[in-house]
């Protein structure tokens, strides 16, 4: 018997992976990414051609092959199911669909291009899907979302690492701010504003719970570094679950399709366990002495649910504080009514943090400029 048809391609291709995993063939969220990526070069105009690249990409044994006919006929053209099959349909707003999708680049519809065309959405959705818990996001809503959020996160990023401090000392006069001070004394200049250097001289610090608790959030989260990370000289974005990864280069790519492909490929721990406290040991360990300084700021997006040692998470927080100039936690359960920080990660990290701050919407996110501008401020 054959499923009900699903809404896209995409999303067709990634039950069939779902499908196929449900009938012992080894498939995870990369040959999914991997299926996608061929169907995208193949098309699906030649039947056999578009089977012949799934089972290039899902298959390496002959007992795997005739396997396989078997799942793509049933599945593709309801042939029917032997009695050692089944169907196992996962609802579409799975974690792991959505990751195999987002991380893929390939959100239900065709991507948005960065910069390109202009939104169909009125006020009033851009509004609604700025306040809306990632988490709850319709699958049929990602598509504006990510195109709302890439355009309003680069233009923040855009005028922080533009922006100037303004300094009292002998530095160059800032002609523009002078005469725009001035105007409400009649127009003297009585002080002067100067110029200062840049903000992005200075370090930001990113490090990005992926565990299984953050799965709903964290994909979105991996977009807000890419979009920081492109417009500032000196960040340093690493991803943690039960260990610490840097990801800093495979995200100065030129397209954010391209770095999310990159990250599909690497065994980062997605959607594992969390030890908060040894990946900030490794971390301090590995690459506090490159990154930590005053000069630091220290970005942790984190619900802080930690599995290891509350005392070990407390002790590299401490060290991090200490040699960084501010400690910022982004939680995205800050966002829920309610919320308690009681967990033992979240409740021993208190202390050292010096802005704890939602993250669990786009409206939330675009609040870090305010943030970064007054730690930025010396």
Same mark, same amino acid.
């Given at each position: 018997?054959?499923?009900?048809?699903?809404?896209?391609?995409?999303?067709?291709?990634?039950?069939?992976?779902?499908?196929?995993?449900?009938?012992?063939?080894?498939?995870?969220?990369?040959?999914?990414?991997?299926?996608?990526?061929?169907?995208?070069?193949?098309?699906?105009?030649?039947?056999?051609?578009?089977?012949?690249?799934?089972?290039?990409?899902?298959?390496?044994?002959?007992?795997?092959?005739?396997?396989?006919?078997?799942? %793509?006929?049933? %599945?593709?053209?309801?042939?029917?199911?032997?009695?050692?099959?089944?169907?196992?349909?996962?609802?579409?707003?799975?974690? &792991?669909?959505?990751?195999?999708?987002?991380?893929?680049?390939?959100?239900? !519809?065709?991507?948005?291009?960065?910069?390109?065309?202009?939104?169909?959405?009125?006020?009033?959705?851009? !509004?609604?899907?700025?306040?809306?818990? %990632?988490?709850?996001?319709?699958?049929?809503?990602?598509?504006?979302?990510? &195109? *709302?959020?890439?355009?309003?996160?680069?233009?923040?990023?855009?005028?922080?690492?533009?922006?100037?401090?303004?300094?009292?000392?002998?530095?160059?006069?800032?002609?523009?701010?002078?005469?725009?001070? =001035?105007?409400?004394?009649?127009?003297?200049?009585?002080?002067?504003?100067?110029?200062?250097?840049?903000?992005?001289?200075?370090?930001?610090?990113?490090?990005?719970?992926?565990?299984?608790?953050?799965?709903?959030?964290?994909?979105?989260?991996?977009? %807000?570094?890419?979009?920081?990370?492109?417009?500032?000289?000196?960040?340093?974005?690493?991803?943690?679950?039960?260990?610490?990864?840097?990801?800093?280069?495979?995200?100065?790519?030129?397209?954010?399709?391209?770095?999310?492909?990159?990250?599909?490929?690497?065994?980062?721990?997605?959607?594992?366990?969390?030890?908060?406290?040894? =990946?900030?040991?490794?971390?301090?360990?590995?690459?506090?002495?490159?990154?930590?300084?005053?000069?630091?700021?220290?970005? *942790?997006?984190?619900?802080?649910?930690?599995?290891?040692?509350?005392?070990?998470?407390?002790?590299?927080?401490?060290? *991090?504080?200490?040699?960084?100039?501010?400690?910022?936690?982004?939680? $995205?359960?800050?966002?829920?009514?309610?919320?308690?920080?009681?967990?033992?990660?979240?409740?021993?990290?208190?202390?050292?943090?010096?802005?704890?701050? $939602?993250?669990?919407?786009?409206?939330?996110?675009?609040?870090?400029?305010?943030?970064?501008?007054?730690?930025?401020?010396?």
């Amino acid at each position: 018997m054959l499923p009900p048809p699903l809404t896209n391609l995409t999303q067709s291709i990634v039950e069939f992976c779902r499908f196929a995993r449900a009938n012992d063939l080894p498939v995870g969220v990369k040959e999914t990414l991997d299926c996608l990526n061929a169907t995208q070069a193949i098309g699906i105009a030649d039947r056999e051609a578009f089977k012949f690249s799934l089972k290039t990409v899902l298959c390496s044994s002959k007992n795997e092959w005739d396997l396989f006919h078997d799942l %793509f006929e049933a %599945f593709w053209h309801g042939a029917e199911l032997g009695p050692h099959l089944s169907w196992k349909r996962p609802t579409t707003s799975s974690p &792991e669909i959505k990751t195999a999708m987002i991380l893929g680049g390939q959100s239900g !519809e065709a991507e948005p291009k960065e910069g390109g065309g202009k939104a169909v959405w009125g006020a009033g959705a851009h !509004e609604r899907l700025q306040k809306t818990d %990632f988490s709850q996001i319709p699958q049929t809503d990602l598509p504006a979302l990510e &195109e *709302i959020s890439l355009r309003l996160m680069k233009r923040m990023a855009l005028r922080l690492s533009r922006r100037l401090k303004i300094v009292r000392s002998r530095a160059q006069v800032d002609l523009r701010r002078t005469i725009r001070h =001035s105007i409400g004394r009649g127009g003297d200049p009585m002080n002067l504003s100067y110029r200062g250097k840049k903000l992005q001289q200075d370090r930001l610090v990113i490090l990005l719970d992926i565990s299984g608790s953050m799965n709903p959030y964290s994909l979105f989260l991996v977009r %807000f570094a890419y979009a920081l990370q492109k417009y500032f000289r000196r960040v340093d974005t690493f991803v943690f679950s039960t260990h610490l990864m840097e990801i800093t280069h495979a995200l100065r790519t030129r397209e954010l399709r391209d770095a999310l492909q990159s990250l599909s490929q690497q065994a980062a721990g997605w959607s594992g366990g969390t030890k908060i406290g040894e =990946s900030l040991r490794d971390f301090t360990l590995l690459h506090g002495k490159k990154v930590l300084s005053r000069n630091s700021l220290v970005v *942790i997006l984190s619900d802080g649910w930690e599995t290891g040692e509350p005392d070990l998470l407390a002790a590299e927080l401490a060290g *991090i504080k200490r040699r960084a100039r501010k400690l910022i936690w982004l939680n $995205p359960l800050l966002g829920m009514e309610d919320y308690q920080p009681l967990t033992r990660g979240m409740n021993v990290a208190l202390p050292y943090i010096d802005i704890f701050a $939602p993250a669990h919407n786009l409206e939330s996110l675009l609040q870090l400029e305010r943030h970064l501008q007054r730690s930025f401020a010396r």
